[in-house]
């Protein structure tokens, strides 16, 4: 069986459960380093939450040129995406990674210190270029290197390090503003906002000392002919026995001419089209986007202030969304390889269309107070509550499912270049949703730009039923579209 059709032919018998031997204190060692790209997309994806009046205040923004600040990384995401994708497969998984590190760090370092908006704008896109890098290659990566039988949960500690990413930008935010007060400089003279980016320096620079200790994909390895190199990496990760069946599986599962991965692949050669499974990679990567859950991690600050929660409370609101998303991650994680990847995807559709369209309800109502919508007990109470349950669907399903799925789904020859074209719309999407929040919300009004992520939800709930194929358990040879 495959994501779209028939299996290919089976190779050798598979060795017996006894004979393989799986290194689970290395597979875990290679987990833990390659999720710390995702801790910095999500640290990276949250830094601006919170940042946004220090921004308008140091560089007289327009509500216009604070969505353009935001979303800046968002392009430098699309285009490291695509291009990391398609890089992957010229020097390997591990080695842009490690471009990706270092892009970390010269974005934190750049935007701390950028004295004009243009050079921030400019340094959040070198970080952008870092973040599509990461969260297109380091759930693949993580796919390529664990059994099939855990490889859903795996996959998913992704999504989790990057809510913990985000998480831990939220409450560094807090710290760092509660620190500050009332004071326009923190240390050195520098303003908190500064700070929040600059403390991207760490963990940044953790992730790229790290990867220096881990191996380059084995799948990498014998679609670049490095066959002997593959079957050393497999065989500290599966034993012997299962490492010389797993190169043959690689190797049949690639192009009958065994020529070089290429954006041409993507293409039916009979038919003419291109694949249908790379629809659906697409499908599922922008309607990740058009539910708008960046919205409440991007500009969650500013919301809840604008309906009448204080800017302290309102960085607390963020703190607890996050620790809702990661306790959400783990019941995820506990389940996608029990019931699988298209009935989570499902649920989640379902629950976020309800509590997308509770909120709409609830900004209906608003009045207008000094210029911000305000929403009176206890509707504010039923908004902040289903504003969470919405966070908790997402990041039970959409938010690490669809990571899974992007890295799993496609067939060896075509997986780089399927990620790139998956990756480059979901961040397309995401820059369309977060820059134009801003002006949707004060000239649509809230009502309606919630109502069209609840509509966008409900539609997605179809687009899984009719396109997304179950993967759960499957070996990635078999994987065909």
Same mark, same amino acid.
């Given at each position: 069986?495959?994501?779209?059709?028939?299996a290919?032919?089976?190779?050798p018998?598979?060795?017996t459960?006894?004979?393989?031997?799986?290194?689970?204190?290395?597979?875990?060692?290679?987990?833990a380093v390659?999720?710390?790209?995702g801790f910095?997309?999500?640290?990276?994806?949250?830094?601006?939450?919170g940042?946004?009046?220090?921004?308008?205040?140091t560089? /007289?923004?327009?509500?216009?040129?604070?969505?353009? /600040? @935001?979303?800046?990384?968002?392009?430098?995401?699309?285009?490291?995406?695509?291009?990391?994708?398609?890089?992957?497969?010229?020097?390997?998984?591990?080695?842009?990674?490690?471009?990706?590190?270092?892009?970390?760090?010269?974005?934190?370092l750049g935007?701390?210190?950028?004295?004009t908006?243009?050079?921030f704008?400019?340094?959040?896109?070198?970080?952008?270029?870092?973040?599509?890098?990461?969260?297109?290659?380091?759930?693949?990566?993580?796919?390529?290197?664990?059994p099939?039988?855990?490889?859903?949960?795996?996959?998913?500690?992704?999504?989790?390090m990057?809510?913990?990413?985000l998480?831990?930008?939220?409450?560094v935010?807090?710290?760092?503003?509660?620190?500050?007060?009332?004071?326009t400089?923190?240390?050195w003279g520098?303003?908190?906002w500064?700070?929040?980016?600059w403390?991207?320096?760490i963990?940044a620079?953790? !992730?790229l000392v790290s990867?220096?200790?881990?191996?380059?994909?084995?799948?990498?390895?014998?679609?670049?002919?490095?066959?002997?190199?593959?079957?050393i990496?497999?065989?500290?990760?599966?034993?012997?026995?299962?490492?010389?069946q797993?190169?043959?599986?690689?190797?049949?599962s690639?192009a009958?001419?065994?020529?070089?991965?290429?954006?041409?692949?993507?293409?039916?050669?009979?038919?003419?089209?291109?694949?249908?499974?790379?629809?659906?990679?697409?499908?599922?990567?922008?309607?990740q986007?058009?539910?708008?859950?960046?919205?409440?991690?991007?500009?969650?600050?500013?919301?809840?202030?604008?309906?009448?929660?204080s800017?302290?409370d309102?960085l607390?609101?963020?703190?607890l969304?996050?620790?809702?998303?990661?306790l959400?991650?783990?019941g995820?994680?506990f389940?996608?390889d029990?019931?699988?990847r298209?009935?989570l995807?499902?649920?989640?559709?379902?629950? $976020?269309?309800?509590?997308l369209? @509770?909120?709409?309800?609830?900004?209906s109502?608003?009045?207008v107070?000094g210029?911000?919508?305000?929403?009176?007990?206890?509707?504010?109470?039923?908004?902040?509550?289903?504003?969470?349950?919405y966070?908790?669907f997402? /990041?039970?399903?959409?938010?690490?499912?669809?990571?899974? $799925?992007?890295?799993?789904?496609?067939?060896?020859?075509?997986r780089?270049?399927?990620?790139a @074209?998956?990756?480059?719309?979901?961040w397309?999407?995401?820059?369309?949703?977060?820059v134009? !929040?801003?002006a949707?919300?004060?000239?649509?009004?809230?009502?309606?730009?919630?109502?069209?992520?609840?509509?966008?939800?409900?539609?997605?709930f179809f687009?899984?039923?009719a396109?997304?194929?179950?993967t759960?358990?499957?070996?990635?040879?078999?994987?065909?579209?």
């Amino acid at each position: 069986m495959s994501t779209t059709g028939s299996a290919r032919t089976a190779g050798p018998a598979k060795p017996t459960a006894a004979a393989v031997r799986v290194n689970v204190a290395f597979i875990t060692a290679i987990v833990a380093v390659a999720t710390i790209g995702g801790f910095m997309f999500g640290y990276d994806s949250g830094v601006i939450n919170g940042t946004q009046a220090g921004l308008e205040k140091t560089f /007289n923004l327009s509500k216009f040129g604070t969505g353009v /600040n @935001v979303g800046a990384i968002l392009l430098g995401c699309s285009v490291g995406a695509f291009i990391a994708g398609r890089l992957a497969d010229l020097i390997g998984r591990r080695t842009v990674m490690m471009i990706a590190a270092a892009l970390f760090l010269l974005s934190a370092l750049g935007t701390g210190a950028a004295p004009t908006s243009m050079l921030f704008i400019l340094a959040r896109i070198v970080g952008g270029l870092g973040v599509g890098a990461a969260s297109v290659l380091c759930p693949v990566y993580i796919s390529e290197v664990t059994p099939a039988s855990v490889r859903g949960r795996l996959s998913s500690v992704q999504q989790i390090m990057i809510i913990i990413g985000l998480t831990g930008a939220f409450l560094v935010n807090y710290l760092l503003a509660h620190t500050a007060g009332s004071s326009t400089a923190l240390i050195w003279g520098h303003p908190a906002w500064r700070w929040m980016f600059w403390a991207q320096v760490i963990p940044a620079g953790v !992730f790229l000392v790290s990867l220096l200790m881990i191996p380059e994909s084995p799948r990498y390895l014998v679609v670049r002919r490095r066959e002997e190199h593959a079957h050393i990496v497999l065989t500290r990760l599966f034993g012997y026995v299962e490492a010389t069946q797993k190169v043959e599986e690689i190797r049949v599962s690639l192009a009958d001419d065994h020529h070089r991965p290429k954006l041409s692949d993507l293409i039916d050669k009979t038919s003419g089209r291109i694949r249908p499974i790379v629809w659906t990679g697409i499908g599922l990567a922008v309607f990740q986007q058009l539910v708008g859950i960046n919205i409440v991690f991007y500009y969650g600050a500013m919301l809840w202030q604008s309906v009448g929660f204080s800017e302290n409370d309102s960085l607390k609101i963020n703190i607890l969304s996050g620790s809702l998303s990661i306790l959400a991650c783990l019941g995820a994680i506990f389940v996608i390889d029990r019931i699988g990847r298209k009935p989570l995807l499902l649920i989640g559709s379902a629950g $976020m269309a309800i509590t997308l369209a @509770v909120m709409a309800a609830c900004f209906s109502t608003a009045t207008v107070v000094g210029g911000s919508p305000h929403l009176r007990d206890p509707i504010g109470l039923i908004a902040l509550v289903a504003a969470n349950a919405y966070v908790v669907f997402f /990041n039970g399903s959409w938010g690490p499912v669809m990571w899974v $799925m992007l890295g799993e789904m496609f067939p060896n020859q075509i997986r780089g270049s399927g990620l790139a @074209v998956a990756g480059f719309a979901q961040w397309i999407a995401n820059f369309g949703i977060s820059v134009s !929040f801003p002006a949707l919300a004060a000239s649509l009004g809230l009502p309606i730009t919630y109502g069209f992520y609840a509509v966008s939800a409900f539609v997605s709930f179809f687009f899984v039923r009719a396109m997304v194929h179950e993967t759960r358990g499957r070996e990635l040879e078999e994987m065909v579209g």
